[in-house]
């Protein structure tokens, strides 16, 4: 490696940020990639995840404990990684108190990643006022919660990162997840909205499309199709995305803000309707 290679690696150090990363609950999760690489990156790392979901859908990885058990791993290899109480993120209380439980142990945080996210299938006809409601509660009440209080606690002066997740609803139908598509839709205007009014407290503020992305959700013949659909051949990884999210939190993404980035490797939707 020459010296001009290894000042580029550099300036994707996150020394000195303390980053706040939300649905972190199993160790598969795109939450978790994302807590291991911004630790190794340098970061101190707040973690908070709602394992009771990941065990409601019964993800083969979902145990109770696993967002500290995640921390553990990681502190016991060095790195600053530290387990937030975990919760629902539907109460509408939940988002200002996570954050001020991450202040609190972890100290003034400077990174944002709303990496949580609620998704239940029901097609038109099978909608109810509840199902709908969770979706908007998760998804987008507790992100907009969640930027608010992030922006009263951020130090004057210094430069702040929030990036959101959304899903490629924007590319193409979801058809049977219409009620997740239309707050993730919510968060696309989101991301627009805060970057300019945050704009003057030197926050930026991105969003990332991962695409489908392999967590261990699917398997069988429709995993292989879908697989068929990219390229390469491959899903999408969970540190794919963590690799795009340690980018934009890095010095390398300081001119980026208000952006939404489809990192989903050229998937080709054709006409499949997801």
């Given at each position: 490696m020459n010296l001009t290679q290894s000042a580029e690696d550099s300036s994707l150090s996150l020394?000195?940020?303390?980053?706040?990363?939300?649905?972190?609950?199993?160790?598969?999760?795109?939450?978790?990639?994302?807590?291991?690489?911004?630790?190794?990156?340098?970061?101190?790392?707040?973690?908070?995840?709602?394992?009771?979901?990941?065990?409601?859908?019964?993800y083969p990885d979902a145990t109770a404990d696993s967002t500290a058990k995640l921390a553990l791993e990681l502190s016991e290899k060095g790195f600053d990684v530290?387990?937030?109480?975990?919760?629902?993120?539907?109460?509408?209380?939940?988002?200002?108190?996570?954050?001020?439980e991450a202040v609190e142990k972890a100290g003034q945080l400077n990174g944002l990643v709303l990496n949580h996210a609620y998704s239940t299938?029901?097609?038109?006809?099978e909608w109810t006022?509840?199902?709908?409601?969770?979706?908007?509660?998760?998804?987008?009440?507790?992100?907009?919660?969640?930027?608010?209080?992030?922006?009263?606690?951020?130090e004057s002066g210094r430069d702040g990162v929030i990036t959101l997740f959304t899903s490629g609803q924007y590319l193409g139908p979801m058809v049977n997840e219409i009620a997740y598509a239309v707050s993730k839709e919510a968060i696309r205007g989101l991301c627009t909205q805060a970057a300019a009014a945050?704009?003057?407290?030197?926050?930026?503020?991105?969003?990332?499309?991962?695409?489908?992305?392999?967590?261990?959700?699917?398997?069988?013949?429709?995993?292989?199709?879908?697989?068929?659909?990219?390229?390469?051949?491959?899903?999408?990884?969970?540190?794919?995305?963590?690799r795009l999210v340690q980018f934009l939190h890095s010095e390398h993404a300081r001119w980026i803000t208000g952006q939404v980035i489809a990192s989903e490797g050229g998937f080709q939707r054709n006409s499949r309707r997801f």
């Open positions: 020394d000195g940020q303390t980053i706040l990363v939300t649905g972190v609950s199993r160790p598969g999760g795109i939450g978790a990639a994302i807590a291991r690489r911004c630790a190794k990156a340098g970061a101190r790392v707040a973690i908070h995840g709602s394992p009771a979901y990941d065990l409601k859908l019964k530290i387990a937030l109480s975990p919760s629902d993120l539907a109460d509408p209380v939940e988002p200002e108190r996570v954050m001020s299938s029901n097609p038109i006809g006022a509840e199902h709908i409601d969770a979706h908007l509660a998760v998804n987008v009440r507790a992100s907009m919660l969640m930027i608010q209080a992030f922006a009263r606690q951020a945050l704009a003057p407290q030197k926050i930026r503020v991105n969003c990332i499309n991962p695409g489908p992305t392999d967590t261990g959700y699917l398997d069988g013949p429709l995993y292989d199709q879908i697989a068929g659909m990219f390229p390469s051949g491959r899903w999408g990884t969970a540190d794919d995305a963590a």
